[in-house]
């Protein structure tokens, strides 16, 4: 049996040939839940852990250094296909076509960058750079850093909008599609995921979707047609996130069709698989991340912490994260959206020291 290697930073393997091992082992221990085959990895987890794992997942963890090993993340067999698939100038350029984004370009040149708009209005983001990475607004005072990733290729030129929900859909190979939920903070990165309803997983099942008009959402299935049909038709492969969200303009909520396609796993995909493994008996799911601020007492803390709990609420509440790593991952499950938020501020009050994304 061939390992897995968790390559989480995936888009700078991907186009800058780097592989942060600190990020990967960020949340390589996921596929202990999901996964029987060995991890390939060089971090030493404590026994408590793997024994935790153990008796949570029913599966023994095994930890490889040698040997054959494929990437859990997303395949990387043909890098300039997974290039240009997973890059925001695809996107961006699918955008444009359709007319789906006003006042979107590519700016390839430093003939652009004289439209610098001084209140923060638009932004500007690297093609390449992983989730709320390389984003910049648009202004004199970035020009310099601008100029710098100017220089190492094409960027993505985009109004700031003001969001109110993020979403994604995930197109599995054989086209049926999911959607989810996720939570971002105001720098555009992850924090979590939410499933209103992870057994009927449709966009319809979202907690936002009644405040937008039918009219936009029919507008939004026929984009989302379109993306599918393009990615599909270049060739088999992995499946893809359409990364999209909800914003408001003029008063009026409208969603943006496409933000990018990420073309590997997603956080989103890993909460839609422990949803189905791990909540068997509650329909709302959510995958939480959060920083402490004053690491102490680690694994035996975070369980003792987890068990006071436990005992009051008839939620799950799982712990997936050995202690150790730059932040904590929770995985929920409970009856509702209210039942979920009471067990996340019961969460927040008992690590205090660590922040936890509510706004849903």
Not at 165 to 189: K, L
Request: with cysteine; net charge neutral.
């Amino acid at each position: 049996m061939s390992g897995i290697r968790c390559n989480a930073d995936y888009e700078s393997e991907l186009f800058h040939g780097l592989s942060s091992t600190a990020v990967n082992q960020s949340i390589e221990f996921l596929t202990f839940f999901l996964d029987p085959r060995p991890l390939f990895t060089s971090k030493k987890y404590s026994t408590d852990y793997l024994e935790y794992v153990e008796k949570v997942s029913g599966m023994k963890p095994t930890l490889v250094t040698t040997g054959a090993w494929e990437n859990w993340w997303g395949p990387l067999t043909d890098p300039e296909l997974e290039k240009h698939l997973n890059s925001k100038l695809t996107s961006t350029q699918l955008n444009t076509d359709h007319g789906w984004c006003g006042n979107t370009r590519i700016l390839s040149g430093p003939a652009g960058l004289g439209d610098f708009r001084p209140d923060g209005s638009v932004i500007v983001k690297s093609p390449s750079g992983m989730s709320g990475q390389k984003i910049l607004p648009f202004n004199l005072e970035n020009k310099r850093e601008i100029e710098n990733l100017l220089s190492q290729g094409p960027l993505v030129v985009e109004p700031l909008l003001q969001r109110t929900h993020d979403f994604s859909h995930y197109v599995f190979p054989d086209s049926h599609h999911i959607a989810y939920q996720n939570i971002v903070n105001g720098r555009f990165q992850y924090k979590g995921t939410v499933f209103t309803d992870h057994r009927r997983p449709q966009v319809e099942n979202l907690s936002f979707y009644s405040e937008v008009t039918e009219g936009r959402w029919s507008e939004f299935t026929v984009a989302l047609k379109t993306i599918k049909d393009f990615y599909h038709r270049q060739g088999p492969g992995p499946g893809f996130s359409v990364d999209s969200f909800i914003y408001r303009e003029a008063g009026e909520l409208e969603i943006r069709y496409l933000s990018e396609v990420n073309r590997r796993k997603t956080m989103g995909l890993v909460c839609y698989l422990l949803s189905q493994r791990y909540a068997t008996e509650h329909p709302f799911t959510m995958l939480v991340l959060s920083k402490s601020h004053k690491k102490k007492g680690g694994l035996p803390f975070l369980r003792q912490q987890l068990s006071k709990l436990l005992q009051t609420t008839s939620a799950r509440v799982l712990l997936l994260s050995p202690g150790d790593t730059r932040f904590e991952l929770f995985f929920i499950s409970a009856e509702d959206k209210l039942s979920a938020l009471r067990v996340l501020r019961e969460l927040g009050d008992l690590l205090p020291d660590s922040e936890f994304p509510v706004q849903l």
